[in-house]
């Protein structure tokens, strides 16, 4: 089992920045793939970026070029910089830790989750 506390949510001005943290514990040898997920307000949760354990990223078209996912092996810490940020950006982030290989940003094949932390963008 893989357990994840996100941390780093806030409220913050369209155009402003945020860095969250997801620090990961139990058996963390199997975590192929981390990834940041949010869930807006009235929609189905997302995909924001993931990372593989080569290091490989992949972010969804509306935050690429503004939000970098990067991850810190030795603490077992997932971060997730977010620029630039916009009204549409507000909901509720999580990471997620995938145990199979194969870089995704699919909800449906992660299985452990964090309990997420709310980010809110006021314009």
């Known amino acids: 089992q893989v357990q994840l506390v996100e941390s780093g949510g806030g409220s913050v001005q369209s155009g402003g920045s945020l860095r969250l943290s997801c620090a990961a514990s139990?058996?963390?040898?199997?975590?192929?793939?981390m990834g940041w997920f949010r869930q807006r307000p009235g929609q189905e949760r997302e995909g924001v970026a993931a990372?593989?354990?080569?290091?490989?990223?992949k972010y969804a078209d509306s935050v690429e070029g503004r939000f970098t996912i990067s991850e810190d092996k030795a603490k077992n810490t997932l971060f997730l910089e977010m620029n630039n940020l916009e009204s549409e950006d507000t909901g509720t982030y999580f990471c997620?830790?995938?145990?199979?290989?194969?870089?995704?940003?699919?909800?449906?094949?992660?299985?452990?989750w964090g309990q997420g932390t709310q980010v809110t963008v006021s314009s």
């Open positions: 139990g058996d963390t040898s199997r975590r192929y793939c």
């Open positions: 997620a830790a995938k145990t199979t290989f194969g870089l995704t940003t699919w909800p449906s094949l992660y299985g452990h």
């Open positions: 990372i593989d354990l080569y290091g490989s990223t």
